[in-house]
């Protein structure tokens, strides 16, 4: 299955509500990753620009955003990220065939 990261960042009212009240948010992040058939593989909070980024695999794009999307709805996320992740093997096959191609540069005849 295809892997993505995503970076994230709450709002203030969000870390209002989890400083009052903490909680495990990979569990729910899980769990819907899951009901949309792919599988969190790694959450971790952390400091900067964003307050967050998990690790996901998902059968493909649409459900991959679909589930971005189903995150952010309720408005607790103000700032979100989502990258599409190359295993070695699969890069090493796009740079290949990037080998393999031809290509002309602007200017060029």
Do not use: C
């Not at 899980?30 to 949309?36: D, F, Q, T």
């Not at 103000?78 to 200017?107: H, N, W, Y």
């Amino acid at each position: 299955m295809p892997l993505y990261m995503t970076q994230f960042a709450y709002t203030p009212e969000a870390w209002t509500a989890l400083v009052r009240s903490p909680e495990d948010r990979s569990e729910a992040v899980g769990r819907l990753l899951e009901s949309m058939g792919g599988r969190l593989l790694s959450y971790y909070n952390s400091f900067g620009e964003y307050d967050g980024m998990m690790i996901f695999e998902a059968p493909d794009d649409n459900t991959a955003g679909a589930g971005v999307m189903a995150a952010v709805t309720h408005g607790h996320i103000q700032a979100i990220k989502t990258t599409t992740l190359l295993s070695v093997e699969d890069a090493l096959g796009a740079m290949r065939k990037a080998g393999e191609a031809t290509f002309r540069r602007p200017g060029q005849q």
